[in-house]
């Protein structure tokens, strides 16, 4: 992956409370997504949503109440249990752009921040590529 990370940016630019955002606009689009959605567990939609979050606020300002509730966040291992391939690597992402157009992600640090989701989605893929 070619693509540029500046963490210090993202850190400078994107608040905890700007990652919270995000994560709920992210999250609305996901309840009704007709590919991944059903993944997500029905009756646990703000629980996800708060992981979600938690993990982006301690990965990048050290918030640690993601850790004291869920331990390390072993992202590959707990994405094992879902078939994930190309196709739903890019419909994660592609809802992800769409979040951070509407939380209003400062231009600067939206490429960053949007590579680092590319980075860890890609990372996730358990499945064959198709063909
Ligand atoms: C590539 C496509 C992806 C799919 C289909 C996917 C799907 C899922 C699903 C179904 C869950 C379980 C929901 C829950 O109960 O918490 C989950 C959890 C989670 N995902 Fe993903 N995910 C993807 C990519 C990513 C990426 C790129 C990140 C981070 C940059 C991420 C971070 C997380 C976190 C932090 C959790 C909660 C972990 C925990 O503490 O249990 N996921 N994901």
Same mark, same amino acid.
């Given at each position: ?35 991944? !959605? ?8 703000? !629980? ?12 990048? #300002?050290?918030?640690? !109440? ?5 331990? #390390? ?5 707990? #994405? ?52």
């Amino acid at each position: 992956m070619s693509a540029q990370i500046d963490e210090p940016l993202i850190v400078q630019q994107v608040d905890e409370a700007a990652f919270t955002r995000l994560a709920a606009a992210f999250y609305r689009r996901m309840k009704e997504d007709d590919l991944i !959605g059903p993944m997500y567990p029905p009756d646990d939609w703000a !629980g996800a949503e708060e992981r979600f979050a938690g993990f982006l606020r301690f990965r990048f #300002h050290g918030n640690m !109440g993601y850790i004291e509730t869920r331990g #390390h966040p072993r992202l590959r291992g707990r #994405h094992l249990p879902f078939a994930i391939g190309e196709p739903e690597r890019d419909r994660w992402l592609e809802l992800m752009k769409a979040s951070m157009e509407e939380t209003a992600i400062p231009a600067a640090a939206a490429g960053s921040l949007f590579a680092f989701f590319a980075q860890v989605a890609d990372f996730m893929r358990n499945e064959p590529a198709a063909g």
